[in-house]
């Protein structure tokens, strides 16, 4: 049986690139398998319950069923506080007390600043922190994330790939974002801990999903593979773009099925489009 997932985050209302995404999932689970929809409200800076409320409106006016209800993660901060733990159990996490600004300064002034496909890699300053500083520092309640310390976490785990499909085997690079964030000041978990948690617990077997996170993919396997969790099939796929080339965003409000459903055009009619441009 394939299940696959729909999981946008409530940060805005859906658009044509959104209602793409979500009926490739949809397709490849009809016929006895299951699609699911996921909404993943980790972030409480940028998600709001009308959003919510409109993906499922939206959702179901495209006839995009979904199987057993939703799954908020919002409502499960604790799962993944106990993979966290686990992970902490393993020495592969540590806590990390840098701001944003710190970060730029010391990435500005080291001569080659690492830039990978993830954005700019952490120079890994409080990675080497004593575990005396830690502590002192974590008992004073100093603000704090945690990151992974991806070349532990790489030596653990070993070679790793994923099975992409029309492309085959993806030779996993562990480090291609660097120390990620797992648990982050403001939002208690960051998004790659959170998915890969959901994806497991759910059963995903085919993860389908933008292009955008092609190279999330490598630290998703490499988490799985350190926390035990089975390994889903990806597809990733192209994004839509307007006819200025730029891809569709939130932000974009004319291209949102919302206002396309009040412009009059049907549930099929809005998925055509979609198809039309992705061509
Ligand atoms: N929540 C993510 C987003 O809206 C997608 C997560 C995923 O499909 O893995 O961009």
């Given at each position: 049986m394939i299940v696959t997932r729909f999981a946008p985050s409530p940060s805005g209302l859906l658009h044509l690139g959104h209602a793409w995404s979500a009926s490739l999932g949809w397709r490849r689970a009809r016929d006895g398998s299951r699609f699911l929809l996921r909404i993943e409200d980790i972030d409480p800076g940028r998600c709001r319950p009308e959003f919510d409320a409109a993906i499922l409106e939206d959702m179901a006016w495209l006839g995009l069923g979904w199987w057993n209800g939703v799954r908020r993660q919002s409502q499960h901060f604790a799962d993944y506080r106990a993979a966290l733990e686990r992970l902490q159990a393993m020495g592969l996490v540590y806590p990390c007390f840098c701001t944003r600004k710190q970060i730029e300064a010391e990435i500005a002034a080291s001569a080659a600043a690492p830039h990978r496909p993830l954005g700019l890699i952490y120079p890994g300053t409080c990675r080497t922190l004593s575990s005396a500083e830690r502590e002192d520092r974590l008992?004073?309640?100093?603000?704090?994330?945690w990151r992974l310390d991806s070349a532990a976490a790489a030596a653990l785990a070993g070679p790793l790939s994923w099975q992409e499909e029309g492309q085959g085997t993806v030779t996993v690079d562990p480090l291609v974002g660097g120390d990620v964030v797992l648990a982050r000041k403001d939002a208690l978990v960051s998004y790659h801990l959170a998915v890969v948690h959901d994806d497991a617990l759910q059963g995903v077997t085919l993860v389908t999903r933008g292009q955008d996170l092609f190279h999330a993919t490598h630290i998703h396997r490499l988490l799985q593979?350190?926390?035990?969790?089975?390994?889903p099939a990806y597809a990733h796929h192209g994004l839509l773009t307007g006819s200025d080339g730029k891809r569709f965003a939130k932000r974009d409000r004319s291209l949102?099925?919302?206002?396309?459903?009040?412009a009059g055009h049907s549930p099929d009619a809005v998925l055509a489009m979609a198809q039309a441009l992705a061509g």
């Amino acid at each position: 049986m394939i299940v696959t997932r729909f999981a946008p985050s409530p940060s805005g209302l859906l658009h044509l690139g959104h209602a793409w995404s979500a009926s490739l999932g949809w397709r490849r689970a009809r016929d006895g398998s299951r699609f699911l929809l996921r909404i993943e409200d980790i972030d409480p800076g940028r998600c709001r319950p009308e959003f919510d409320a409109a993906i499922l409106e939206d959702m179901a006016w495209l006839g995009l069923g979904w199987w057993n209800g939703v799954r908020r993660q919002s409502q499960h901060f604790a799962d993944y506080r106990a993979a966290l733990e686990r992970l902490q159990a393993m020495g592969l996490v540590y806590p990390c007390f840098c701001t944003r600004k710190q970060i730029e300064a010391e990435i500005a002034a080291s001569a080659a600043a690492p830039h990978r496909p993830l954005g700019l890699i952490y120079p890994g300053t409080c990675r080497t922190l004593s575990s005396a500083e830690r502590e002192d520092r974590l008992a004073a309640g100093e603000n704090h994330a945690w990151r992974l310390d991806s070349a532990a976490a790489a030596a653990l785990a070993g070679p790793l790939s994923w099975q992409e499909e029309g492309q085959g085997t993806v030779t996993v690079d562990p480090l291609v974002g660097g120390d990620v964030v797992l648990a982050r000041k403001d939002a208690l978990v960051s998004y790659h801990l959170a998915v890969v948690h959901d994806d497991a617990l759910q059963g995903v077997t085919l993860v389908t999903r933008g292009q955008d996170l092609f190279h999330a993919t490598h630290i998703h396997r490499l988490l799985q593979a350190l926390l035990g969790y089975a390994e889903p099939a990806y597809a990733h796929h192209g994004l839509l773009t307007g006819s200025d080339g730029k891809r569709f965003a939130k932000r974009d409000r004319s291209l949102t099925i919302a206002a396309l459903r009040e412009a009059g055009h049907s549930p099929d009619a809005v998925l055509a489009m979609a198809q039309a441009l992705a061509g």
